[in-house]
């Protein structure tokens, strides 16, 4: 896809700007440091902290839990076999990462759906021999789990829809001629999957007019449809 010449000037001179700059933006490597909406500050330390308002609730991924917090969520793992369990071993699933919280979040994305029947599974980068962070979606239909979505990055925010599906802003991580980039995005619920619906940054800062919006909007998903970051 070809952008238009004003947002290719903004887009070379947030390059510039970011040359110039001595602070690491990590836009070289995919990193497993804790998430950061690349939307608010692109440069703040990364924290282990989820900060929440009343509409909106902030996500760090680290990882560092010991524990699974719901005795549900081993028993999830097991169901969609994504891991392997050292406690109930299955030949099938050897050489699979270990099903440990060091390797998977649990999080909700709607209060009408319970924790057994539908969740967000944010995947640590390696797991499995992938290099990068996936979150993946999941419903209970007719009685089994099956696949809604799944994103090649991270969740970074949930936002209360009187839906009842909340929206979420999720990192995409891309490798753009072998540099990796991060596209901030805006997903809401419709008609039983989730659609991006808006672009919100990129790893030089925000995307503020519309049509920027409009034109960000259009490359990502370009970019989504070439390297499959989200389906």
Partial sequence: MI??????????????????????????KVDDTPNTAISKDITAPKTATANSSENKVEISSTFENKTFQDSIEMAL???????????HPDERKK??????????????????????????LQVKAGVNDYPIRRLLFFIRENGRLVSMNNVQGYLVEKRHNPSGFDDLVVSLV??????????????????????????????????????????AKAFFEERIRKNKLMF
Wanted: charged share 20%; glycine share 4%.
């Fill in 77 to 87: 793992l097991n169901e969609i076999n994504i891991c392997y369990d050292t406690l």
């Fill in 174 to 215: 891309d490798n753009l001629d072998g540099t990796y980039q991060r596209y901030d995005v805006l997903l809401q619920y419709q008609e039983g999957k989730y659609h991006l619906v808006e672009a919100l940054a990129d790893l030089y800062g925000p995307i503020e007019t519309p049509e920027m919006k409009k034109n």
């Fill in 3 to 28: 952008l238009n010449n004003k947002m290719l000037e903004i887009i070379m001179l947030s390059i510039a700007i970011s040359a110039c700059s001595n602070e690491d933006t990590s836009k070289t």
């Fill in 95 to 120: 050489g699979m990462s270990l099903c440990s919280p060091e390797n998977f979040a649990f999080y909700t994305y709607s209060d009408k759906i319970s924790l057994e029947n539908g969740f967000l």
